[in-house]
């Protein structure tokens, strides 16, 4: 069980192909939001459960009938891998019926002391993936993480229809994130377009909601090889096209993380937070994810999710230059 956010969900699809590669005696349901269901489509073995947050399993008694929807499916181990009130409460009813479960260790903690100002504890964490594996062992399916298997994603006719055959190398840009402080400044990433699109070696796609198609036609100005997707494909869709991506550059959010599940090359920018805390996409090396300049911001990170305010913090990024950025991505190129 997982229900949000976008990339919380998608961090936890390695971790799952992982144990059903591993372990072929196990069949999953994975009980998430309708919007996500597209992430589990390739895996085998495995059920997708829609929680509908609105409607049916709306509050206390909502999540009651949750439990009795989903008591008749015969569940053996319950993984929560969310570990908050709602999926805490349906963990407590199947462990009363005597159903094996376990939970997923956030490290709340460490996660306060890496981002607090005073006595900050600067180290990196375990990553969520290495927490969700936990939570399996704990309920006796060992994991191992170390070689994963990506599948291959072919492009659909619909899909084609919108990006056209692939001739060239194909760059990903997801420019935005949930919080300002994750946020590239718009100018610095106009730069960064510009810089790629300019050599004319590689097709740009930028990402986003149909809310920020506007401020992507300012970042894609009017290069010919820079092709905005917002609003233009299904989720399924766009997965097949960040699947067959070369590199994706994305803040510290979702998107990031999409790309990580297919085994793109993933470059990620961050502000207010720091891969340290456990978010890095999977299977990326450090080396690709570009954070603020400490020396000059040293309470950095001073969040977990980038949602935190720290007057005097607010031009973090810009000590990230975009000629490190597009130097970084023609590296992977390569």
């Known amino acids: 069980m997982r229900l949000s956010a976008m ?7 390695p971790v799952l192909r992982a144990l059903l590669a591993q372990h072929p005696e196990v069949r999953l349901t994975v009980i998430s939001r309708p919007f996500f269901a597209p992430f589990f489509k390739d895996l085998p073995r495995t059920d997708f459960f829609a929680f509908d ?42 462990a009363i019926r005597g159903t094996k479960t376990a939970a997923t260790d956030k490290g709340r903690a460490e996660k306060k002391a890496l981002t607090r100002a005073q006595n900050k504890v600067f180290k990196p964490l375990k990553t969520m993936y290495e927490r969700h594996a936990q939570t ?15 599948p291959k994603q072919t492009l659909s006719p619909e899909t084609i229809v919108v990006t056209g055959i692939k001739t060239q190398k194909w760059v990903g840009i997801a420019p935005f ?6 946020v590239y400044p718009q100018d610095l990433m106009r730069e960064v377009v510009a810089g790629l699109a300019q050599e004319n070696s590689c097709k740009i796609f930028l990402f986003g909601s149909r809310d920020e198609v506007a401020q992507l036609k300012n970042l894609a100005g009017s290069f010919q090889n820079v092709q905005i ?32 599940m297919y085994g793109v090359q993933v470059v990620t920018l961050w502000g207010a937070t720091h891969p340290y805390a456990g978010f890095l996409p999977f299977g990326q090396p450090i080396e690709n994810a570009l954070t603020a300049d ?6 950095l990170p001073t969040s977990v999710y980038g949602n935190k305010v720290v ?3 607010e031009d973090v990024m ?11 991505i023609k590296s992977l190129l390569l």
């Open 136 to 150: 399996f062992a704990q309920l006796g399916f060992e994991i191992d993480l170390s070689h994963p298997v990506f």
């Open 53 to 94: 947050a609105h409607k049916r399993h709306k509050g206390v008694l909502g999540l009651l009938q949750l439990y009795w929807d989903l008591k008749p499916l015969q569940i053996d181990y319950f993984a929560d891998l969310h570990n908050v009130l709602r999926s805490k409460f349906i963990r407590s009813r199947f």
């Open 7 to 13: 990339g919380d969900v998608a961090m936890t699809v």
């Open 229 to 260: 997707i917002a609003g233009k494909l299904s989720l399924a869709h766009e997965l097949e096209l960040i699947a067959n991506l070369d590199v994706m550059l994305s803040m510290d959010s979702g998107n990031a993380h999409l790309a990580a």
């Open 311 to 313: 007057p005097g913090y």
């Open 318 to 328: 810009r000590t990230i230059r975009p000629e490190k950025v597009i130097q970084k």
């Open 294 to 299: 400490r020396n000059q911001y040293p309470l």
């Open 177 to 182: 994130a949930q919080y300002a402080g994750k």
